[in-house]
């Protein structure tokens, strides 16, 4: 059954695509209301929801999801917390393991211990298809599954993958509702320029070649933003309690063709990459199969890679302040440490 005027507490709101769930609940259920607690990390920007921030439904409360006290207090009154908060750049977590431990792991058992204590508050986690390891190129008919064992490989995917361990022991130990869902790639507007679609974009537009990884052949199953959200809000309020949901694009490109396909976009050539030492531990290739979403919440990918690039590409452009303003700020010191890392 599809809930409505429901009350959400979303975690990680200021995020990339925690702002755009925002969004799509506040445009589709306009009677919902949502806090958004974030902590404004680097990758939080309230820039991202400014259009909703005299909305009567909306609150952002600045605030750590450790702070357990603070937690209870704004989740009390919500019907849900639907946690999106992380630190969720891969190779920020071979510079800094500890911060990806810190907020992801301890973060998400705090969150936990506040749903439980308020009476088993209903629980979604947004979890990666990173959880699954890596797929190898030659056996292009396997994708992850809800039932794929776990595999994870980077401090990231380790990361969440003892998240997600963490949210089922709860409904198995405690009986706490919760679902799950893991997602493959997203793209779309407001992501953070270190994530190769937006960093590949914005360089381009500032003249600059783009760092392709290693021989440019791993895959990812890339998503528009705005479906993963529709699938999240399906999940939320009709998903089976306990279950977990996979969510893919049913779009995998190389990072080549990926690359390719943004130079082709903005009228450039090949000429503009430059290979560049690979990311240590790089999955080879991701893909999802989202039967279960679609068999039992009617779930489709809407809009196709071709497009969906294309109106990437265009806000990009259209929003030259969102991401310069993010580029020259402290951005310069990761990239330092990044390409001078042992
Ligand atoms: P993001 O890095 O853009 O945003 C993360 C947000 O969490 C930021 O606003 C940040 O300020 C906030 N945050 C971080 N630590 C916090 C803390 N301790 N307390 C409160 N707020 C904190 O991330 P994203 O790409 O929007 O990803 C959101 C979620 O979706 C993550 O859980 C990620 O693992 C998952 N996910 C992402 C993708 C993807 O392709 N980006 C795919 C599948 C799943
Ligand atoms: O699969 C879901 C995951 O997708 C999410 O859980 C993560 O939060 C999200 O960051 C993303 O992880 P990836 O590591 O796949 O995304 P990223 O954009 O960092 O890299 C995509 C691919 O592009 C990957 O194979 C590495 C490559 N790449 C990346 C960067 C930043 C490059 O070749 N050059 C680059 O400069």
């Not at 030659?138 to 490989?153: G, L, Q, R, S, V």
């Not at 990311?279 to 979403?293: E, F, I, N, Q």
Request: charged share 25%.
């Amino acid at each position: 059954m599809i809930r409505k005027n429901m009350k959400l507490l979303v975690t990680g709101g200021a995020g990339f695509i925690g702002s755009n769930f925002i969004r799509y609940v506040l445009n589709k259920y306009p009677q919902d209301q949502v806090i958004n607690l974030d902590s404004l990390t680097y990758a939080g920007n309230l820039e991202n929801l400014k259009d909703f921030e005299n909305h009567p439904n909306y609150k952002f409360v600045k605030g750590d999801i450790l702070n357990s006290e603070l937690v209870a207090h704004i989740a009390v009154d919500c019907d849900i917390i639907v946690h999106f908060a992380a630190e969720s750049h891969v190779d920020r977590s071979v510079l800094d393991p500890f911060s990806f431990v810190r907020t992801n792991v301890l973060g998400t058992h705090s969150l936990l211990e506040v749903a439980r204590q308020l009476g088993n508050k209903r629980f979604h986690h947004v979890s990666t298809d990173e959880v699954f390891g890596s797929l190898s190129l030659e056996d292009e008919n396997k994708a992850f599954h809800e039932e794929t064992p776990y595999d994870p490989k980077s401090p990231y995917s380790s990361s969440k993958a003892a998240s997600d361990h963490l949210v089922r022991a709860y409904y198995h130990t405690y009986g706490l509702p919760i679902t799950i869902s893991n997602c493959s790639n997203n793209y779309g507007p407001f992501q953070f320029p270190e994530k190769v679609i937006p960093l590949f974009i914005t360089n381009l537009m500032e003249g600059k070649k783009v760092p392709l990884y290693g021989d440019g052949k791993n895959v990812r199953d890339w998503i528009h933003v705005d479906d993963h959200c529709e699938a999240v809000d399906l999940v939320i309020r009709g998903g089976r309690i306990g279950h977990t949901y996979c969510i893919g694009g049913d779009s995998e490109k190389s990072n080549y063709e990926l690359t390719m396909a943004i130079l082709q976009g903005m009228g450039f050539g090949e000429e503009m990459i430059e290979y560049v030492k690979d990311r240590p531990g790089h999955d080879r290739r991701y893909a999802v199969r989202s039967h279960k979403v679609q068999a039992e919440l009617g779930w489709q990918p809407k809009m196709n890679f071709e497009q969906g690039i294309k109106q990437t590409i265009d806000w990009y452009a259209n929003n030259g302040g969102w991401w310069q303003r993010i580029k020259s700020g402290d951005y310069k010191d990761y990239y330092e440490q990044w390409y001078n890392r042992k």
